[in-house]
């Protein structure tokens, strides 16, 4: 089943764009020291803003706690193998 098959009139969407949610994570991360388009960017995704201001508070700069819980969309490529050069002796 896919998210959209399982929302109908009664769900509450919590995150919804420019909704209260949004607006409040925004507003919470700027008091935390974040650019408006940074907070927006923060606000908007599934960090959980009670992380980064743990964080924070142990004393992390803001890009780098966004950086440690920035969610990934897909797992990170597999490294590729290098093929081992001939031995000539």
Do not use: N
């Amino acid at each position: 089943m896919d998210l959209s098959s399982s929302i109908d009139e009664a769900t509450v969407i919590i995150r919804a764009p420019g909704g209260p949610e949004i607006s409040w994570r925004i507003q919470r991360l700027v008091s935390l020291g974040a650019d408006a388009e940074l907070a927006a960017t923060i606000a908007a995704s599934d960090a959980d803003v009670h992380d980064i201001e743990r964080l924070l508070d142990s004393g992390c700069p803001l890009d780098l706690a966004w950086s440690i819980l920035q969610p990934f969309d897909k797992p990170p490529a597999a490294a590729t193998p290098v093929a081992a050069e001939p031995d000539d002796s």
